[in-house]
């Protein structure tokens, strides 16, 4: 009975997108705030091997994408991302996953505007939007207010309708694609050879600045700007031709991406002006960030670039650049409020969230999810006022749950051979593991602290599993569920603050410390999981055990992220290379255990009879 309510309500959604329409949201994702910032950020973690950072986390990306493709033509489902997990494992795997895909979603539009703002206060009338501190632009009131007017102008395009933010995502993209290409390429005018060969092509001249290239990926804002690509999986729902075009969308957006991303790298160092831009050690990339060019990287080097070759062209594109760090950001957070409407969609579709969730505005948009997108992003900037503090969170909160792309890709080949494949990836047996470790190296690489602080997130929604959905979907009594949902919090609540307090803020003990949270960490995760398991009727106890692979596969990455060279002791347990070939060795097996640990969900087995009778 769930899934043909599901059904039935992804038929109420109007099928208007087409391929050229899917490209332009993926690409809207993808080019946004990203392009204006992620160059200066990764030059200054990984100097001119930032060029390898975007290359290597483009393939990374290319082969989760790749997984995605198959699946979301094979189960074209509006808010797909969030709801694959529960169609392969059920409804543990699969809430935990949608909850921290939602964390992800919902703070993107927040970054987007973070970004409009700041570039904007690069000029010098409007430069009390943001101040400085300790060396990082955050914003100020005023800022943060007209950061929420700008969500709100996202949240009306939403209002009327798929077509129109088709329609109106199509033509803001083609201006997206032009100006980071005309930028890359009146900067090659101003290109300085000396900037890649004179200070060492990695930051610490020896192959451990290889590290600096694998942080770079995930705390550059590189992840962030690929991760777009999943736009096309979102709508599925509401395109024309989902099993033609969905794939097609994936690889084309991808490959247009490297390529524009890397040249503006290649083109961003190359320009760089070490005086201009107020550093005076050249080669000091660190220094970047706290540089004058922090707040407006292309603009002040197109500016700066134009005045000292004599070409005004630079310096009226650096005009334009403004117009479009207003367009850029502002087009990527229109898609990212649609998209998190659908991923609520996704959820309460499900049935984790409450069915009112589901109600449609005349428009068939999901206006009740609107509303909500317009709060939870306002709350987000008031932690995180500037895009370089907000962009490695988001990034591992997304990104950690594309460990089910491989996984999912592979599991529903076990489980239901007859589902209609339109995209059938060849050598999905190679891809899909490799899709899997992909999002695993990536989420690793984001170092201790980010992993504490979106696992800290994940767990105060945990709860609302027990409370809600094991109450009314899996029989568990009620004053049970809330009483070991409210417990589980509270344990979340208490063990964050002794990590904040001993682990991120000392250095006093940190093994002792990381033990003692650690046993705890255990406990709060894997004890409700026993009592729940005992609790629920026989199909919850198939759903909590097909999901008890993803609670281990977070111990391992928490103990990787603290041990290895990733993490804050200043002599790693695990020390690179050797952390990271750990990481995939663990990521094979927690895929296979995935894998293994699948089943053929009453939800597929709608869909596949659904499909039977089309035929």
Excluded at 79 to 104: Q, T
Excluded at 146 to 167: D, P, Q, R, T
Excluded at 255 to 273: E, K, R, W
């Amino acid at each position: 009975m769930g899934e043909e309510k599901t059904l039935n309500t992804d038929k109420q959604l109007r099928r208007e997108l087409t391929l050229i329409d899917l490209v332009s949201l993926a690409l809207g994702g993808i080019i946004g705030s990203a392009w204006l910032f992620s160059a200066l950020s990764a030059a200054s973690i990984a100097g001119p091997s930032a060029v390898l950072s975007w290359v290597i986390g483009g393939i990374l990306i290319i082969f989760i994408g790749l997984a995605y493709a198959e699946l979301g033509t094979a189960v074209p489902r509006s808010g797909g991302i969030v709801r694959y997990p529960h169609y392969s494992h059920g409804s543990y795997a699969g809430y935990m996953l949608a909850v921290l895909y939602l964390i992800s979603a919902v703070t993107t539009p927040s970054i987007e505007a973070e970004a409009v703002v700041e570039y904007l206060a690069s000029i010098s009338p409007l430069n009390f939007l943001t101040t400085s501190v300790n060396g990082v632009n955050v914003l100020t009131v005023y800022g943060i207010l007209l950061a929420i007017c700008l969500m709100v102008v996202f949240f009306l395009v939403n209002y009327f309708g798929i077509k129109a933010l088709g329609k109106t995502n199509t033509g803001i993209t083609i201006w997206k694609l032009v100006v980071p290409t005309v930028t890359f390429i009146l900067l090659f005018f101003a290109f300085n050879s000396k900037n890649f060969t004179s200070y060492g092509f990695l930051p610490t001249g020896n192959s451990n600045g290889l590290i600096d290239v694998f942080y770079a990926i995930p705390a550059s804002g590189i992840v962030y700007a690929y991760l777009g690509f999943r736009q096309p999986v979102e709508y599925a729902g509401e395109a024309k031709n989902p099993q033609r075009d969905i794939g097609r969308a994936i690889v084309i957006s991808l490959a247009i991406a490297i390529i524009i991303y890397t040249l503006l790298q290649i083109a961003f160092i190359g320009a760089l002006d070490w005086t201009s831009a107020g550093i005076s050690t050249p080669g000091n990339w660190t220094a970047l960030t706290s540089s004058s060019w922090a707040s407006g990287p292309f603009y002040n080097e197109l500016e700066n670039s134009g005045k000292a070759l004599g070409l005004a062209l630079l310096v009226y594109w650096g005009y334009a650049l403004l117009v479009d760090a207003v367009i850029s950001p502002s087009g990527t957070g229109l898609v990212y409020i649609g998209t998190t409407t659908r991923t609520f969609y996704g959820i309460a579709a499900d049935r984790y969230f409450p069915e009112f969730f589901l109600r449609l505005n005349k428009y068939k948009i999901p206006i009740f999810l609107s509303l909500i997108h317009i709060s939870e992003p306002t709350r987000r900037l008031l932690p995180f006022p500037s895009w370089y503090l907000f962009v490695n969170f988001s990034s591992l909160a997304t990104v950690f749950t594309y460990v089910m792309g491989g996984i999912g890709l592979q599991t529903l080949r076990r489980t239901a051979p007859d589902l209609r494949r339109p995209v059938k990836l060849a050598g999905s047996k190679v891809i899909a593991p490799i899709a899997t470790v992909s999002a695993m190296l990536v989420a690793y690489w984001s170092g201790f602290t980010t992993i504490f602080y979106v696992l800290t997130s994940l767990f105060i929604l945990v709860p609302i599993f027990w409370i809600y959905y094991a109450v009314k979907e899996l029989n568990m009594n009620r004053a049970l569920g809330v009483t070991l949902g409210l417990l589980q919090l509270l344990s979340n609540i208490l063990l964050a603050y002794f990590a904040y307090v001993n682990i991120l803020n000392s250095s006093y003990n940190l093994i002792g410390s990381f033990i003692m949270y650690f046993l705890g960490f255990l406990g709060m995760s894997i004890i409700p999981s026993l009592i729940g398991y005992l609790a629920v009727n026989e199909t919850g106890r198939k759903y909590i055990k097909s999901g008890l692979w993803l609670i281990g596969l977070i111990l391992a990455t928490y103990v990787m992220s603290f041990i290895g060279n990733f993490g804050l002791l200043s002599s790693p347990i695990v020390p690179f290379p050797y952390d990271t070939i750990l990481v995939v060795i663990i990521g094979l097996v927690f895929h296979y255990l995935a894998v293994y640990s699948g089943f053929r969900t009453e939800e597929i087995e709608n869909i596949v009879r659904e499909q039977a009778q089309q035929d």
